[in-house]
């Protein structure tokens, strides 16, 4: 049988920043700091996001102007529009400035029940209005003690990814949901085999377009552990959330990438 190509040699890596709802009263100095501490060299090693709150997301846009710096939104609903009291359509993300959008985050995974399924319809109103769709997948804690974060990921992936993803229009976000904001970090040969499971299964189903795809790692990422954890194979930067709240902790994780070849 011909072997699978995991290797990821065109990727571009990205520190995404998840402020959650957070960034009332800072935001703008936040965004002051990263577009001056993002420099050329750092640029050209990394991409940089942030996901502000939606009602923030045109402000830090703005902020952002000209810098290389990308920014957009936690969640979409499905629909262009409608009678959806507190949502906010993937089409207004671009209004606002924004060009890429979380679509199922644990966090939405379990304050909203949003299933597999409502994730990939998401994740397609977000490739209609033209955005990137970084879908969020990861085992709960029991499923890792029982044996079973493969089959979640497996799971996860063909439900919320849907068919069309390319590297263009997808990121995949790995986030084992017990690390979400815990202090908590698998070991980097767990982190190493979901990776590289993740990997084999998008090649398997978009060829190329999986190859080239980027994977995030995602759960307590800070600047102490960035080294290490996106040094990992088939990790192509990460997704954070608590460290995305001090530009000087951002940026040091971004920093994982300067001396890296
Ligand atoms: C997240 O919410 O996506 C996340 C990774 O949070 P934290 O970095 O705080 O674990």
Known sequence: MKEIVTMTPDITPIVAGNWKMNGSGNSQSM???????????????VDMAIFPPAILLERVSN???????????????????????????????????????????????VDHNESNKIVATKAEAAWRAGLVAFVCIGELEAERRSGNTLDVLAEQLAGSVPDGANAANTVVAYEPVWAIGTGLVPEASDVEEAHAFIRKQLVERFGNGGATMRILYGGSVKPGNAGELMA????????????????????GICEAYRNMT
């Open 31 to 45: 965004v002051r700091e990263l577009v001056e501490g993002f420099d050329t060299e750092l640029r050209q090693k």
């Open 63 to 109: 902020w952002l102007g000209d810098a290389t710096i990308a920014s957009g939104a936690q969640d979409c609903h499905a629909n262009a529009s409608g009678a959806h009291t507190g949502d906010t359509a993937a089409e207004m993300i671009v209004d606002a400035g924004g060009s890429m959008v979380l679509v199922g985050h644990s966090e939405r995974r």
């Open 232 to 251: 990992i194979k088939n990790v192509d930067g990460a997704l954070v959330g608590g460290a995305s709240l001090k530009s000087e902790d951002f940026l």
